[in-house]
């Protein structure tokens, strides 16, 4: 047939195919955010995802990581069967079993320590999301022995916060993007709080306020920010006290913030050598003092009448001196040591720039005051007229904390606030409910003698917040009572548990050996360890005259076949984020936003396809087979036979209160307290899987001091009673433990650990150089660079290794340096590099740029990985150029005299100090094996049953067919 050139050809061509037959709602998990999102589904199979416009975190917005979960369900890494290791620890040889062995094996593990000595189950997780449910599980079973990750991610920021204004950033708070002028964000924050700070940033440039980046990389956010301030790592504390340095002298200080609001006022005791110098001066009712200048008298410090004064020397009814708080404060940081011109070189900043940001800061503050037309009521019954606020408002995450100096610099970077009288003001830094919490939370940590029973539950939680020495857990002689050490006179204020010491110590026996130990979601034989080859062989490490391993048992899950797997006696396979039950729950790390309490669940959008359960379930269902009396009936029976779901909807923490605060009642009709509802799961389907409460406009600001907020946080059960809460610039707490060091009370530190003590647990902040520079000593010239990570923002840690999506983004990583720098070295592009530290060397590749601290070379955190891990081809740029900092990081500081060692972390907290590594960079050749990266391993073979990733994994091909 001839075809008519002229005829016109119609193309019939479908511009918008029906992708999806039905879309479920529920929460991301592809980084710590937990955004809302819609789940589009054709015959069962996920085809694409959407952020949920209606959820109160993401309003809609989703990042790369949330899109690209579809390739995180159905990546080849996933773990398919429970397996039994059959070859040497470490070797990768398992054995396949069925569920019915794996939960046998581990209850039998388990139950013979719960029946002897429930202190030898280490019960460890990484940034899982049912702490609520994993913290009350170690409590069951009885062990002191757990946490999560925070001890070495950001517990100094938590801590510094909850100790300082019962609150801290991200889940603890948020600017006030509506109003602030004047925004500064401190250190790496890409990865927590990622599409919320994406889209406040959105806001604030469209308004044109500052935004200013501390930070020494140019990198994330800070490349859209309107000023850069490429600091020196670990000096962020300098800074930030330079900047107070400068607010006290020039008198742009809020005091009237102060003096409502802190405990600014209050009385310290100045009486050297007495067992209650530098603690707050009381009544007899325990009400703290100040100095009233309108009676010209000592009088309570909470009474709302009284005009405090908040300098001078005072003298107490027994004749003795005190100052008010303030004045220890003014004192210190208008000391020369603070000033721009004695810290600026330090830093890597000109005085002058230092001097320039302080006088925008007060500028913002004072010259561009919020007034928001809306009466309040503040906590002694005053209203006011509107809501008046100073709009500068900060941000800051583990860039500051992950240091030996943290604690201090964290809570620094809040009396920087306070000074400015930002805190829960317009235009500043606003709480999230249940945040603000009194100064510090009530919770105390168990694990005391007297509180551990073989074969019963412990008499409190894990984890709580100390207040002086007699709430630490140790023995008579001092020794600490937990594996990590936490609340030890090592790490007194340890909040979060001190995860990276526990396989060192578990290892060494010190302070005692453990029996199991039980991780989830933790990759600790790799990126989420310092020493990782270290770590390597403490965890295959044995005893030479038994042969047994050192760390007997070690149960492991995990949805996804990671460099730790390879390390298990037990691997109890989890689902991925899509195929489950979970609960973003109040009493764990909630959704809240600054106007209203929030929480979510996730529910199960695809079923698994492989023989796995999720993580929750398994858990559950051990504490049944154990006897645990929170989770079984006396006849042995499971009180909770639907498993978590059933555990999320019914179980009561305490009267009233459950894992989730929506839609309780038997109706449903009940928020924050109410009797369990059989239907709450349900309803929060049917409401896109999430509950929220908005406050009223007139309960929004001020919340510390808010009555009508105040009342409705105790009515939701986010707080016990409507007190004020009261900002302590001075932390009576810390000096307890100095007093302790200094030989006063009952429990006081073993001598070795006095002087540190002391010098640390200072009730003020203050700024100390990091302890390896420190420790190295005449060494440090030799190791002159700085050396950390950032996170990209595309990737959350390692979750994005084995999702075929993100790998094109990140597929390697190179170590970044300042083209100045690497020049005078004879470093060019491309160069592979050898990069030393006191504790190890690896050899990496260069890549070179100008938005750097010169000082500084960094690289993406957790992209570079083991041979034959993740479901990567061997030959994987991860696996062949990728490199991990962490073979450089020594989990142990230098022995101090005596010999004892620290772990290399906050004196305070315990926080892992990463960011204190010092190195130096010199250039290599690419050796025989060809350009790789160093160490190698000898790749490991994957489990059976795991599979391999294609050289190309494609997605949807089989739908367009
Ligand atoms: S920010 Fe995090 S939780 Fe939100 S969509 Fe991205 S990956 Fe998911």
Redesign the pocket.
């Known amino acids: 047939m001839i075809s008519n050139p002229l005829e016109t050809v119609r193309d019939v061509v479908d511009t918008s195919p029906a992708v999806a037959d039905s879309v479920a709602y529920t929460t991301?998990?592809?980084?710590?955010?937990?955004?809302g999102?819609k789940v589009h589904l054709k015959d069962g199979r996920l085809r694409y995802i959407e952020?949920n416009k209606n959820h109160p975190?993401?309003k809609g917005?989703?990042?790369a990581?949330?899109s690209a979960?579809i390739m995180q369900h159905y990546s080849p890494a996933r773990l398919t069967k429970p397996l039994k290791r059959v070859g040497p620890r470490g070797s990768g040889e398992f054995q396949e079993i069925e569920w019915e062995e794996a939960l046998s094996t581990a209850a039998e593990w388990l139950g013979d320590v719960r029946k002897t000595d429930p202190r030898k189950l280490a019960f460890f997780t990484g940034r899982d999301q049912s702490q609520s449910l994993t913290g009350w599980w170690a409590s069951q079973f009885g062990t002191p022995n757990h946490a999560a990750h925070g001890g070495f991610c950001s517990v100094n920021m938590a801590a510094a916060g909850l100790y300082t204004i019962g609150g801290s950033f991200w889940e603890f708070g948020e600017p006030d993007w509506e109003h602030t002028e004047y925004f500064m964000m401190f250190g790496v924050a890409e990865d927590h709080d990622?599409?919320p700070i994406k889209m406040g940033l959105g806001k604030i440039k469209t308004r044109g306020a500052k935004f200013v980046s501390v930070n020494p990389v140019k990198t994330g956010y800070s490349a859209i920010a309107d000023e850069w301030v490429g600091i020196r790592p670990g000096t962020d504390g300098l800074f930030v006290m330079a900047l107070m340095h400068e607010l006290l002298k020039a008198r742009r200080v809020d005091l009237d913030y102060l003096v409502r609001y802190t405990n600014a006022p209050w009385l310290v005791i100045q009486d050297p050598g007495a067992a209650d110098h530098g603690l707050f001066a009381r009544d007899a009712d325990g009400n703290p003092l100040c100095f009233d200048k309108k009676a010209g008298t000592l009088a309570n410090a909470m009474a709302a009448d009284v005009v405090p004064a908040l300098v001078g020397d005072h003298t107490l009814a027994d004749g003795r001196s005190a100052v008010p708080a303030f004045q220890l404060l003014h004192d210190r940081y208008t000391a020369d040591a603070y000033a721009p011109d004695a810290v600026a070189e330090r830093c890597g900043l000109e005085a002058d720039r230092i001097r320039r940001i302080a006088a925008e800061l007060a500028h913002a503050a004072f010259e561009k005051e919020v007034v928001i037309d809306q009466p309040w009521t503040d906590w002694a019954g005053r209203r006011h007229e509107k809501m008046i606020g100073r709009p500068v408002a900060m941000h800051a995450m583990r860039g500051i904390s992950a240091h030996s100096n943290g604690f201090h610099t964290c809570r620094a970077l809040h009396l920087l606030q306070l000074l400015l009288g930002s805190i829960d003001a317009p235009g500043g830094f606003r709480y999230k409910p249940p945040f603000p919490r009194p100064v510090p939370p009530p919770l105390k940590p168990a694990g005391k003698a007297d509180q551990i029973t073989p074969g019963k539950p412990m008499g409190g939680p894990p984890l709580g917040f100390p207040t002086s020495p007699a709430d630490l857990l140790v023995e008579e002689d001092g020794t600490p009572r937990r594996i990590d050490k936490a609340y030890s006179w090592d790490a007194p204020v340890a909040a979060h548990g001190l995860m990276h010491m526990v396989i060192q110590n578990a290892w060494a026996a010190d302070p005692y050996p453990i029996d199991v130990l039980f991780m989830y979601m933790a990759n600790m034989s790799w990126n989420s360890t310092m020493n990782s080859s270290g770590t390597m062989k403490m965890l295959t490490d044995t005893d030479p005259e038994t042969g047994a391993y050192k760390i007997p048992k070690l149960i492991y899950s995990d949805a996804y076949a990671s460099e730790m797997v390879a390390y298990a006696d037990l691997v109890l396979p989890d689902t991925t984020y899509l195929e489950r039950w979970d609960c973003i729950s109040l009493l764990d790390r909630p959704i809240c936003d600054a106007d209203g309490a929030a929480d979510s669940i996730r529910q199960p959008v695809v079923k698994p396809d492989r023989d796995v359960r999720p993580f929750q379930d398994v858990l559950i269902e051990i504490g049944v087979r154990l006897g645990l009396p929170g989770l079984s009936n006396d006849d042995g029976s499971p009180k909770y036979p639907g498993g978590y779901p059933d555990y999320l909807a019914n179980h009561e923490r305490a009267p009233g209160v459950g894992p989730l605060a929506g839609y309780r009642g038997a109706d449903g009709s009940k928020e924050g307290k109410g009797e369990p509802n059989p239907d709450q799961l349900q309803r929060y389907i049917d409401n896109q899987c999430f509950w929220r409460h908005e406050f009223a406009p007139s309960e929004r600001y001020f919340k510390h001091a808010n009555k009508e907020y105040l009342e409705k946080a105790v009515a939701l059960g986010l707080i016990g009673a409507a007190n004020p809460i009261i900002h302590q610039i001075y932390s009576e707490p810390l000096q307890t433990f100095r007093l302790a060091a200094e030989g006063h009370g009952d429990v006081v530190p073993p001598e070795h650990h006095r002087e540190r003590v002391r010098t640390y647990f200072d009730p003020l902040p203050f700024w100390y150089a990091p302890f390896e520079g420190e420790m190295l000593g005449e060494e440090l010239d030799s190791f002159p660079m700085h050396a950390i990570t950032q996170r990209p923002a595309a990737m959350?840690h390692s979750w994005g290794s084995m999702n075929a999506w993100l790998r094109q983004i990140h597929g390697l990583n190179k170590l970044y340096m300042s083209r100045q720098r690497a020049t005078e070295l004879g470093i060019g592009e491309d160069d592979w590099v050898h990069v030393t530290s006191h504790h190890g060397r690896i050899k990496a590749q260069v890549q070179l740029m100008e938005g750097v601290n010169p000082d500084t070379v960094w690289t993406w955190n957790a992209i570079g990985k083991r041979k034959g891990t993740w479901g990567l081809d061997p030959k994987a740029p991860e696996a062949t150029r990728g490199f991990l900092l962490n073979h450089l990081i020594s989990e142990l500081l230098p022995p101090k005299g005596g010999g004892y060692r620290y772990a290399n972390a906050d004196p305070v907290t315990g926080q892992a100090a990463w960011y204190d590594l010092r190195v130096r960079i010199e250039r290599a050749e690419a050796d025989s094996l060809g350009a790789e990266a160093e160490p190698r391993f000898d790749p490991l073979p994957g489990p059976p049953g795991g599979r391999r990733g294609p050289g190309l994994l494609r997605y949807g091909k089989e739908a367009a067919e």
């Open positions: 991301c998990y592809m980084c710590a955010c937990r955004c999102i952020g975190v993401n917005v989703l990042c990581k949330g979960g990622s599409n959350y």
